[in-house]
């Protein structure tokens, strides 16, 4: 071996170090996870989603949607419809049907996921740590049911620089009405 690979596989090692370390103990958002719920939730729903067992999530769910928001799961890339949805409208969460986004807040990440860079209001998240890959991710669950949603990332859009990344699946969408009308 020469000098000369020597010393380019010295620099490919220290990059690949150097980014290592970057994604292993770079911060993570924590003006996000430490957002306040400064306002109760909107509607007066009187279900107590704490209380349902797993055994009634299951009758409830689908058994993809039962994965991914009762057990963290995740769907595979490029399977939703809603990653490609245009349409202005609501997202709603499948589990408990509190409003999460707006269609204003959505935008291609290429990711195959859903994606948008903030919730329709900061009260509808909660947020985990979750150190399931070698790098600790934001994990967030909807504020109601308690049921998985996806994680958020910095590398968002303006304004937030925020990229929320959601399952599909956990996701019910509601088109607004006016355009499904024929002009
Ligand atoms: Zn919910």
Redesign the pocket.
Known sequence: MNRRVLLTGGLALASFGGWFAYRTFRPLPSDVANAQRAEPLPDADTTD?AALSNEEWRERLTPVQYRVMREEGTERAFTSPLADEHRDGVYH?A????DLFSSEAKFDSGTGWPSFWEPIAENRFGFNTDYRLWYPRLEYH?S????HHGHVFEDGPPPTGLRYCNNGVALAFRPSTAQDEPA
């Not at 589990?95 to 509190?98: A, E, P, Y």
């Not at 109601?144 to 049921?147: D, I, N, V, Y």
């Open positions: 989603w969460c589990g408990c049907d509190l909807c109601r049911c308690g049921g």
